[in-house]
Each structure stands twice: as structure tokens, then as C-alpha cells.
């Protein structure tokens, strides 16, 4: 082995120290396939090359590893982001009830009144407005809601990432929040179930709550439910209500610049509000405008023509006349059904042909004499003769004063209270014919006086009460006694408390104008007092009665002598005595009255057919310049009787009576001022008058014939108008809101 290793022979180059073998074999530089100095060349490329390579591979590397790991931790981060936005949705909706108890609650019950002729009055409830189907209402309503708050509305499902998305780029570029990504079907939700609280847990329950209103309901239900029940402002909620107070109209009639107003009203309903503030209502309005022309909902023509609309003039708040009927009807609903669980139409009593003909009446006779004669309100009420209320007007303005003269406000009746007295008389067996003797008379310290001073010596009750003679009517009260007259106001239909003294006799006792028609209504049917009523009948939306007005019977209060008796006497009152202005081609009867330094001033008449009160004045009982019930009152009454009975075949007052032949009167005896000498049988067929203690009065304004001014002032014998409460207990009564408005 060892000479086989020896005797190898190894390759050898030139310029090496073993360039040369002993045994002569050699290799040269030319015998290399790559000359040296090429190879080193070669290889020196090479590294600078593959050099190169790995500096771009580093850069490379390093820039997709940036890319990479920004990826990775952003996967990351949408997993525990994903897993945190699932933590807080577990944990706000394990607070919720079982979805399979969800359902949508019932809305808010409406109530709606309408006349006796089935127009609608008003909607009462917290709706304000019935239910409208999306294919009753006006078909620019949901376009225009649509295009202006959820335009993505019939693709989304129930949750919008674009409308999101756009809204948190615009909040976080304006640097505050001005937009919300919130889908109509998420206010809905939020309206349905929710408090308008913003916090993540409501936030995070409604996006629940409309998931599963689009999984329940269809698009154009959500669509319904949510024009029903969202906001309007001024106290609208839903399209109807808003439609009514906006417009005076219903949804079922809106134009198209209509519809736009209303959904522009949905971003800030209380700020957008016509009512309050109509110049950015319409600027709105042309927003929303101008989103349904951008999506194809309008075409130009429509736009401009929408555009060149008036603008919308909304009052402050509810208006016309009719509202007071409304309330007083929502006022007497709990006695009758109890608590209201659904929807329910109210047929009333009222003709609004007629509230709107006493309502124009009063407004135009204070707009041209109210400054004038300082007259800034007026109340009128008018019953049939079955009691039925076919027209009340509560004051100048419901949009202004929502206080109802009508029915709450007690005013002196003055003069007007007067046929109770002589009701009275005529029931302790005086006649119309029977004769006093208008003069000064004395009954305690102090003496009843007619306007200027005027006395007419000997006159029968009946010119008595067409004049409305004072000192007459003090005298029959003195006869009758103040017990009998209050008897007889009451049995009538008065209701308020009345002071049974003499000053009775002048209409110091308070009374409303809805009390005082109604206790003129016996005159006009024959007698008979029926019920004062609003409500005809109460139904369900699907028609079952819930209450019906049968009418009953109604009590005989007054003899049919009497009525024939009185009747005669207060048509003297429109034909020749103080409320002339009020006569027209009907029979017809009332009586004026004024209270003391026209503080009020009232006209109660009537027709076989109406009775009808008005009443003139002012809500802080300041006097009126010289204003009397044969003036405004009676000329109010005569605008509305007129209207009313206009085609009627004419009927006359009920009862006859024929007055006695002149040389056949036999006057009744006065009974003297202080009772020292007992009164003579009264004549055949007459009661003897009751002779009673002497007792002092208030003498009060009364038609323009007895108008002494306030207390201090002397009368005719020099003895001051005693006060309010001389000649006998003072009952107490309920404090009205009026006293606590004037400060009485």
C-alpha cells in the first residue's frame, strides 16, 4: 500500500512552488477552461451581484414584514374587537326579555269627536290623530321621509354600515355630531321600546330590536308603524295629527310641499316646528326637496313647483272654536266609559256649521269694537230643546287663551237673571198684567235706582221686564221672598251657588254662561228640563256602542201657565224693550243683562227651536265703555239666530197667554218699605203677596236703565250702595280659575 501511495502522481500549476514534477507532468495557465484573471473578474461580479440581490431581498423582505405584521395585528385587533363588540351585545341583550316575548306595543288609544253631522271636531289622546294606512295617506309623505332620513331603507336590514360608516367620517371631519347613522327602522325601535337616553346599552338594544322588526314585519309595515307613531312636534305624533294641526287638513289630502315640510320636521321636531319658527321650517323643507328630485322620487318640474308653494303659517297652538267643545267633551268622557283601552269616535251634539257661523260672530264684533269700547272677550251657547249643545264658543281665540268662558268662567248675569224673579212672582199668583209702581223705594238703606234716574209711576210686570225696571224687580223679590226666587233658579238648571238675599234680584249671584242658556231652555219647549249634554254617542273604531244618549225623560219644572205667562213678557223684551237689535223674522223672547259699570253684559234668548246666551266682557273684570246686553250680546245673537233658523219653517213660542183688557186690571198692593202696615188680599185669583222684612241690597247696572257707579256712590236718598253680601248669609262657593287669574 504504502508504494502504491508513493507512486501516485499529483497534478501540479505553474508559478506554485510544485510547479514542476520530478517526473515532468505539468499544467499551464492556457490548459485552464477559465483563464485566472477572468475567473477572479468573474468572481468579484458575482459577489458584487449576488451582494446587490441581498440587499434588495432585505428591503423587500423588510417592507412586506411591515405590511405583514400591520395586517396580522389588525386581524388581531378585529378579533378581540369582534370579540368585545359580541361581549357587550350578550351582555346588554341577556338585560332584555326573551325575544319570543317581544311584541309591538299597542299605540297610544285615539279619540276622536266629531259633529253631529259626522265632520271631524279635533283628536284628543296622546296621539293627537288616528291610525292611517300607508296606501290611505298621501304618497309623498313616505317618499319624502324616505329620501330625506333612510334612503337605503327598502335594501338595508334594519342596520345601514354605509349610512354609519358616511355619518362617522362627516362627525369626526366636523369635529362634533351632526349626523346619526340610525335607520328609520332603529327609530322605530327606539320609539316602540326605549328611552331616549343615549348610552351604549340603548344603542346596542335598539340595533337588537330592529333586527328583529325586520325579521318580523315587512318593509312597508315598519314604514306605517313608524309615520304613526314618530314625533311632528307641537304635540303631533303621527302624519294625521300633524296633517290636522299643520295644515287643517288630513294626511289623506297633503301636496307635495306639504309632505316635505313634515319630514323635514322629523330631525328637530320642537326647533322645526311651523309653529315656532316657519322660516326654517321651509328651509328644511327645501332640503328634503331637493333629496327626493336626487333620488328620483320628483322630476324638475314637480321640484320647482314645490318650491314656488307659500309657505306654511302654522299657529302657536291648536285654534278654532271647536277645541273648546273638545275639551269639555274629553272632560265628561271618564263618567261615562271609564278609562279609554282603544281607539273610539265621539258623535257629538255640536253642528259645526253653526260653531263656525257663532265663533266668526264673535271674533268680527270684537275686532271692530273691541279697542272702542275696551271689549276683549265673549262666550257664546246654544242648546235645542232637548238639551243637546249645538254650538259653544269659549272666547276670542282658543290658540291664544285655552280658558272656556263658556262653561268655567262665573260672571254677574245681571239683569238677565231677572225672569227668575218674575217666574216666581207669576207662581205666587202674580199675572203679567199685574201693576207696580216704578219708583224710588227705600228697602233698608238703600234704593234700587233706574239708569238715569228715570222712574215710569205705574207699569205692568210685563213693560217692567221689557224696560228691566230695578226698582219692579226689588219689589217682587221683597213680595216673594229671596228664598223663592233662588228655588226657582235652581229648579231651572242653575247650578252654582246662589246668595239668597234681595240683591238676588239684580243678578249679583254668579253664573256661567253654559248654566244660564240652560236654564232658559224650559221657557222655550214647554216646561221641561232636560239634560245639558255634549256626547250623543261613544263607539269603538269597529262600531260597538259603548254609550248612547236615549234621551230620557225630562222633569216638568214649570206650569204650562207660566210658560205661556213669561213668554209673553220677554217677547216684549225683543220687541219693544231692550234687545230689539236682536229681533228677527221668528217669535222669539229673552232678556238683557248688565252688570255694574258693564263689567259683563249678556243677551239669553230663544226660538221654539234654539236658546241661545252670549256674553261680552273682560277676563280681569274691567268695566267696558258703556257697553249694555241690548248691544253686542244682542246683536251676536241675532247673526247666529238668523243663520241658524235660515229655511226653518217658523214655529211659535209654546203657551198662550192674552193679556187682561186695561180697565179690568186690578194692581196688585205694594207692600210698604218697612212693613209697619199689613199687605190687602190680593185680587180674585191671585195669591196674597208674603209680606217679609225689609232687607238691604246691591244695586247693580242693569241694560242701560239702573247704572249707579261702584260703592261710595250716594243713591237717590243718600245712602251709599251697600256691599255684595247685605240682606243675608253669604254662602260659600268653589273658587273659579277666573277669580284666581283676576286676583278675585
Not at 298621501?138 to 335594501?155: L, N
Not at 314618530?230 to 289623506?252: D, L
Not at 297633503?254 to 321651509?282: C, F, I, N, Q, W
Request: with cysteine; charged share 20%.
Amino acid at each position: 500500500m504504502a508504494n502504491r501511495r508513493d507512486s501516485r502522481i499529483e497534478p501540479s500549476f505553474e508559478g506554485s512552488p510544485r510547479a514542476k514534477s520530478s517526473d515532468g507532468f505539468s499544467v499551464s495557465e492556457e490548459d485552464r477552461v477559465v483563464p485566472a484573471s477572468r475567473e477572479s473578474a468573474a468572481k468579484r461580479k458575482s459577489a458584487k451581484a449576488k451582494s446587490r440581490g441581498r440587499g434588495r431581498d432585505r428591503s423587500q423582505r423588510g417592507l412586506f414584514s411591515i405590511f405583514g405584521r400591520l395586517l396580522y395585528w389588525c386581524f388581531v385587533f378585529c378579533i378581540w374587537g369582534g370579540i368585545a363588540v359580541a361581549g357587550v351585545v350578550v351582555y346588554y341583550g341577556a338585560k332584555m326579555p326573551a325575544a319570543t316575548t317581544w311584541s309591538i306595543p299597542d299605540r297610544a288609544p285615539n279619540i276622536k269627536i266629531v259633529s253631529v253631522d259626522g265632520q271631524l271636531i279635533a283628536n284628543r289622546g296622546m296621539s293627537g290623530g288616528e291610525a292611517v294606512g300607508l296606501n290611505e295617506m298621501s304618497p309623498y309623505i313616505p317618499e319624502a321621509v324616505v329620501a330625506i332620513e333612510d334612503r337605503r331603507f327598502y335594501s338595508h336590514f334594519g342596520i345601514d354600515p354605509i349610512g354609519l360608516a358616511r355619518a362617522m367620517v362627516t362627525n369626526v371631519l366636523g369635529g362634533h355630531f351632526s349626523q346619526g347613522g340610525s335607520t328609520l327602522t332603529q327609530q322605530l325601535a327606539k320609539n316602540l321600546f326605549l328611552t331616549p337616553d343615549r348610552t351604549l346599552e340603548r344603542k346596542v338594544q335598539e340595533v337588537l330590536l330592529a333586527l328583529w322588526l325586520e325579521h318580523k314585519h315587512s318593509k312597508d309595515q315598519i314604514l306605517e308603524m313608524y309615520l304613526n307613531r314618530v314625533y311632528f312636534g307641537s304635540g303631533a305624533y303621527g302624519v294625521e295629527a300633524a296633517s290636522r294641526r299643520y295644515f287643517g287638513k288630513s294626511a289623506r289630502d297633503v301636496t307635495l310641499s306639504e309632505a316635505a315640510l313634515l319630514a323635514g320636521l322629523l330631525k328637530a321636531p320642537s326647533r322645526l316646528s311651523p309653529a315656532r319658527d316657519p322660516k326654517a321650517a321651509e328651509e328644511r323643507a327645501q332640503l328634503v326637496l331637493a333629496a327626493m328630485r336626487e333620488e328620483g322620487k320628483i322630476g324638475d318640474k314637480e321640484y320647482k313647483m314645490a318650491l314656488s308653494a307659500p309657505a306654511t303659517r302654522s299657529p302657536s297652538y291648536w285654534t278654532g272654536s271647536e277645541n273648546y267643545v273638545a275639551d269639555t267633551v274629553m272632560e265628561e268622557l271618564p263618567d261615562l266609559i271609564g278609562d279609554v283601552r282603544g281607539d273610539i269616535v265621539i258623535d257629538t251634539t255640536v253642528d259645526l256649521t253653526l260653531q263656525k257661523l257663532a265663533e266668526q260672530s264673535i271674533r268680527r264684533l270684537i275686532d271692530e269694537s273691541g279697542k272702542k269700547l275696551n271689549v276683549t272677550q265673549g262666550a257664546l251657547v246654544s242648546i235645542d230643546d232637548s238639551g243637546a249643545v249645538r254650538a259653544m264658543v269659549g272666547g276670542y281665540d282658543y290658540s291664544t287663551s285655552q280658558f272656556d268662558r263658556a262653561s268655567e268662567a262665573r260672571r254677574q248675569p245681571g239683569s238677565a237673571f231677572k225672569p227668575f224673579v218674575y217666574m216666581a212672582a207669576l207662581e205666587a199668583g202674580r199675572t203679567p198684567d199685574s201693576v207696580r209702581n216704578d219708583a224710588p223705594i227705600r228697602i233698608g238703606k238703600w234704593t234700587p235706582e233706574n239708569y238715569g234716574g228715570k222712574y215710569y209711576g205705574k207699569v205692568t210686570l210685563a213693560t217692567a221686564l221689557a224696560k228691566s225696571l230695578n226698582s219692579v224687580a226689588a219689589q217682587l223679590t221683597m213680595e216673594v221672598g229671596p228664598d223663592a226666587v233662588v228655588e226657582a233658579a235652581h229648579r231651572m238648571g242653575i247650578q252654582s251657588d246662589l246668595q239668597s238675599n234681595t240683591s238676588i234680584a239684580l243678578g249679583t249671584s254668579e253664573v256661567t254662561p253654559l248654566e244660564l242658556t240652560a236654564a232658559y231652555v224650559p221657557f222655550a219647549n214647554g216646561g221641561y228640563m232636560p239634560d245639558i249634554h255634549f256626547i250623543q254617542r261613544v263607539t269603538t273604531a269597529s262600531g260597538k256602542v259603548l254609550y248612547e244618549n236615549n234621551g230620557g225623560s225630562a222633569p216638568r219644572v214649570l206650569k204650562a201657565d207660566i210658560v205661556g205667562m213669561m213668554n209673553s213678557m220677554m217677547t216684549g223684551t225683543v220687541e219693544v224693550g231692550t234687545a230689539k237689535k236682536a229681533a228677527f223674522n221668528w217669535p222669539s223672547a229673552g232678556k238683557t243683562g248688565t252688570s255694574q259699570n258693564s263689567r259683563d253684559a249678556w243677551f239669553v234668548g230663544y226660538t221654539a227651536n234654539l236658546t241661545t246666551g252670549v256674553w261680552f266682557g273682560n277676563d280681569d273684570g274691567s268695566p267696558m265703555k258703556k257697553v249694555t246686553g241690548g248691544a253686542l250680546p244682542a246683536q251676536a245673537w241675532h247673526e247666529f239666530m238668523v243663520a241658524a233658523h235660515e229655511g226653518l219653517p217658523v214655529r211659535p213660542l209654546p203657551g198662550t197667554w192674552k193679556s187682561t183688557p186695561p180697565d179690568t186690571v186690578v194692581p196688585d198692593e205694594i207692600p210698604s218699605a218697612d212693613n209697619s202696615q199689613p199687605a190687602p188680599p190680593a185680587p180674585v185669583g191671585q195669591s196674597s203677596p208674603v209680606a217679609r222684612q225689609a232687607r238691604p241690597a246691591q244695586t247693580v247696572d242693569a241694560d242701560g236703565f239702573d247704572m249707579p257707579s261702584d260703592g261710595g256712590t250716594t243713591a237717590s236718598v243718600g245712602h251709599p250702595v251697600p256691599p255684595g253680601d247685605v240682606g243675608g248669609p253669604k254662602k260659600r262657593r268653589q273658587t273659579s280659575i277666573l277669580d284666581i287669574l283676576s286676583g278675585g
